[in-house]
């Protein structure tokens, strides 16, 4: 039985005369990937930015399990169990690869510079069973990152980098994990384990809901089990890739002329 966990509903975004968002819907079910595909500027980010309570949409809603997000801050959204990438890489290059996914716990931990002071044996205990966490949680997503976790971050190549920020997500133990555009900057190879890592992830927590923005076609065909495609900031189409990539609409919009005569 499918089970609904996030709901959009008429999500408008204006910015001043512009509208990056005119009334989309969206519904997400435990375990399910949605896909959101659209040219540049289509309003993909601006989706995940009003799921996690960056922007507050000019109207409409986001319901988490049936509570109401909108007008929640981000930090409280992340403890309700929502977690995200973001396009460009937020790592702390000077941290280790194990203390970035460690930060991403910090949503579990109730220790703060009181308890690092005043109760050390409390501080160091909780310390050691996030880096432990940390660590199957690394090597859950990838084994050869987790062989890495003692380097800094900056040292990493692009495509561990975004692995790492999805281990991070990972940590504080959300129901929806939302990822903008994975792949970027990635060679076919890196995209081909990306997906490897994430089917992992998929596997290793079947309830994990995840909305992935993405530009690689092969991703797009592969992970998803319903693509929703954005132009304008309208939803143009929804439902399996096969279904959409036929509308004719969608490919003048998205995938355009080459896409056409190959099809
Ligand atoms: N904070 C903002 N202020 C003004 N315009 C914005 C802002 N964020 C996004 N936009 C505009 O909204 C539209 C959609 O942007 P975005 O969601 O980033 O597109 P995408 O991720 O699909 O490329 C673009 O025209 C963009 O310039
Ligand atoms: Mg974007």
Redesign the pocket.
Known sequence: MSTLVLEGEGLT?R??G?V??AEVDFKLNRGEILGVI??????????L?IITGI?KPSSGQVRLEGDKLTGIPTHKIVERGIARTF?SSRLFGDLSVLDNVIIGRHVHTKCGVFDAVFRRGRAQRELKESAAIAEDLLKAVSRELYEQRHRPAAVLPQADRRRLEIARALASEPKVLLL?EPSSGMDDNDTEALITDIRAVCAARPDLAMII?EHDMHLVSTLPHKVMV?DY?EKLAEGTYEEVRKIPRVQEAYLGRKAVENA
């Not at 659209?38 to 989706?47: E, H, I, M, Q, V």
């Open positions: 975004m910015f001043g512009l990056a968002m659209g040219p540049n500027g289509a309003g993909k980010s601006t989706l930015n922007y396009q903008d923005i954005l900031g």
